[in-house]
């Protein structure tokens, strides 16, 4: 059983910076990889950016590439989300999850958190 917590989620300006952080209550073995998505009314949940936990290998979305950065604090169990210049479309409830597979696919991963609003105004 593992239990995903995400925080920081809040209002910024456009062109402004969030840092979210996602906290496992359970064992992250050193095979997880650790994915963020995000997702608004309307539209499927899309994929952010994810980090393998034992080598910290990180891939991104083409949209978040330059901006999102995603990393680890294997101490504290938790995985965050650095993201910089946030745009209006950038605002959405953001997941993160735990799966096994190196993928950007919703479908490869098993556990998730409740998510975490993010607004970005203009």
């Known amino acids: 059983q593992v239990a995903l917590v995400e925080s920081g989620g809040g209002t910024v300006q456009a062109g402004g910076s969030l840092r979210l952080s996602c906290t496992a209550s359970?064992?992250?073995?050193?095979?997880?990889?650790m994915g963020w998505f995000r997702q608004t009314p309307g539209k499927e949940r899309e994929f952010v950016a994810l980090?393998?936990?034992?080598?910290?290998?990180?891939y991104y979305g083409d949209s978040m590439k330059g901006r999102f950065t995603v990393s680890t604090d294997k101490a504290k169990n938790t995985v965050y989300l650095q993201m910089n210049s946030l745009k209006p479309e950038d605002a959405a409830v953001y997941y993160c999850?735990?799966?096994?597979?190196?993928?950007?696919?919703?479908?490869?991963?098993?556990?998730w958190g409740q998510g975490t609003q993010v607004t970005v105004s203009s």
């Open positions: 999850a735990k799966g096994h597979t190196f993928s950007s696919s919703r479908g490869d991963y098993n556990f």
């Open positions: 359970g064992r992250i073995f050193s095979s997880s990889v």
């Open positions: 980090i393998r936990w034992s080598s910290g290998t990180t």
